[in-house]
């Protein structure tokens, strides 16, 4: 994709917005008038190919983070798109250059007003890297916070070789992600995941050893315990009873005494860390069959989302 010149940057955008909290069916509107943000020294500026949802952004609406954030908002977390300029102190990154990356470099403490669901967005050159060039921009896209959280959380965890990993909620952005790094850039032992009886195949074609139906059975019944514990559900209370000792529980839902809790802390370092294994095929982006959706159709993008139903990641492409 060619790069606009600096001369045809429009000093308008069209961009989803809302100034209340509330559902994203009710608050989230197209504004064809929102300002091109301007980028700092040390940010780009991004033509926004493609852009991928995260629950953190629907909880945001529904006013997670009202006491750091400042109405209105432009939501979205991750982005893959074109440089189409760059601040005076960035090293990394020249007009043209096709890059991907979760903008929130401070994650849930002072997150981004202006997000990535618009045609233009500005990051600091910290948070991204640049696009592999096997991966589309909608598959780059899906991968920014669901991929650094699961690597962090297994960090977390402690996650080794020879251990052994349980992920509570197999099927989702962050479950596949957890998956497939465990087995194949941690040398998990035994990698262990739950999901729906439809999508038991799909978790041992990323890596599962042991595929589990949560709704015929329970993990608290398995005969065996774990090592590491993720949990993606909120289910710590079960992940108690399945944990080995001196194991760790880490989960991304909300805080609980026996467990590591975190939110992402955005940084590039992971993207490209992780690069020779997006290139390799062993670590593969995973998009929902029905989740590609259009910029126009991003509510209900979002409703679907809401359901929790979805395998892998929703994504908004094309954006104009």
Do not use: C
């Not at 960090?155 to 990993?165: D, I, N, Q, T, Y």
């Not at 294994?277 to 509510?299: A, R, W």
Request: avoid cysteine; aromatic fraction near 8%.
């Amino acid at each position: 994709m060619a790069a606009p010149s600096f001369d045809s940057l429009p000093s308008v955008n069209k961009a989803w917005i809302y100034s209340d909290y509330g559902n994203s069916s009710d608050i989230l509107k197209l504004d064809p008038n929102v300002p091109v943000p301007q980028p700092k020294e040390d940010q780009v500026l991004i033509k926004v190919v493609a852009a991928s949802l995260n629950p953190i952004d629907f909880k945001r609406m529904h006013g997670l983070l009202k006491a750091v954030d400042d109405l209105p908002i432009v939501p979205g977390w991750d982005v893959a798109g074109v440089v189409v300029k760059v601040g005076s102190q960035v090293k990394k990154f020249k007009v043209g250059d096709e890059v991907y990356g979760d903008i929130n470099e401070t994650g849930t403490v002072k997150p981004e007003k202006f997000g990535t669901l618009a045609e233009y967005t500005a990051a600091s050159e910290k948070v991204l890297a640049l696009k592999p060039k096997n991966l589309s921009f909608v598959e780059a896209a899906s991968l920014p916070l669901a991929m650094e959280t699961a690597y962090e959380g297994l960090e977390r965890g402690g996650l080794a070789p020879g251990k052994s990993v349980l992920v509570l909620g197999g099927a989702g952005g962050v479950g596949t992600h957890i998956i497939q790094l465990a087995k194949h850039v941690f040398g998990a032992s035994k990698v262990a995941a739950t999901a729906s009886t439809a999508k038991l195949g799909m978790l041992r074609s990323l890596g599962a050893d042991l595929a589990i139906d949560y709704t015929k059975e329970n993990v608290e019944d398995l005969p065996e315990k774990f090592d590491v514990v993720f949990d993606t559900v909120g289910q710590v209370d079960r992940a108690v009873k399945v944990l080995k000792e001196g194991g760790k529980i880490v989960t991304i839902v909300g805080p609980a005494p026996e467990a590591i809790f975190f939110f992402l802390n955005s940084t590039a370092t992971t993207l490209e860390k992780l690069e020779p294994y997006l290139e390799s095929g062993k670590v593969k982006p995973l998009i929902d069959p029905k989740g590609q959706f259009p910029f126009s159709k991003t509510v209900e993008a979002y409703s679907y989302l809401e359901t929790s139903r979805a395998t892998g990641k929703i994504v908004i492409h094309p954006i104009p």
